[in-house]
């Protein structure tokens, strides 16, 4: 009786969770591998898009748009979520681009201003260099060098360097791929979001 009882346990855990983290988080990470298969161009042009739900053309994108497609695959609109809590704490947000107000085309495309809302509203974690601390569904973000900020999604698969170390989907310039690139740049951010 008692290894039946071990049995469904272990059956429920694996149902509910694939990947290690909650349901949510594995959804995410299947939503974000799903956008490596669009072909997308890098272009950090400003578009004029919709509110809410509003998108840059399905074939352009940088690497703010890896985590807003994913997170809205699961009907999170962080177009909304940010320009909602921008307008009501603009000051508490980066005023790195001289702005007196809240834009809905481009606020919750820039990388600071993601970071500020996942700070606020999701998980702050640490950042080390351990890569086990870097699970599935979380969410990072590097410093390029100089003023120039980079975000990405961390996934189940694995580095074939280090087992483990979990690999990235952004976009660096190549479109929306899967790299082996945690640990390429300074690490400045590390969150998890569930909403």
């Known amino acids: 009786m008692r290894s039946i009882f071990f049995v469904v346990l272990l059956t429920l855990c694996w ?12 959804e995410l990470v299947t939503s974000a591998k799903s956008l490596t298969n669009d072909e997308v161009i890098y272009d950090p042009s400003y ?23 994913a997170y809205r695959k699961l009907g999170i609109d962080l177009q909304k979520e940010v320009h909602e809590d921008m307008s009501s704490n603009f000051n508490l947000y980066p005023n790195i681009w001289g702005l007196s107000t809240t834009d809905k085309n481009i606020d919750h495309r820039r990388v600071p201003n993601l970071m500020k809302f996942f700070e606020r509203y999701g998980q702050v974690l640490p950042i080390t260099k351990n890569s086990a601390d870097y699970k ?8 390029l060098g100089g003023a120039t ?25 190549s ?16 969150y998890r979001y569930v909403k």
């Open 15 to 26: 149902t509910n969770t694939t990947f290690g983290q909650t349901p949510f988080l594995d």
């Open 47 to 69: 578009f004029s898009i919709e509110y809410p739900n509003g998108d840059v053309p399905k074939d352009r994108g940088v690497c703010t748009d890896v985590i807003i497609r």
């Open 136 to 143: 599935p569904g979380d969410i990072v973000c590097w410093n």
């Open 149 to 173: 900020t980079h975000i990405g999604i961390v996934i189940d698969d694995k580095s074939s360097i280090d087992t483990e170390r979990h690999l990235i989907i952004h976009n660096i310039g």
């Open 175 to 190: 479109g929306q791929v899967i790299e082996d690139c945690l640990f390429n740049f300074k690490i400045i951010g590390h």
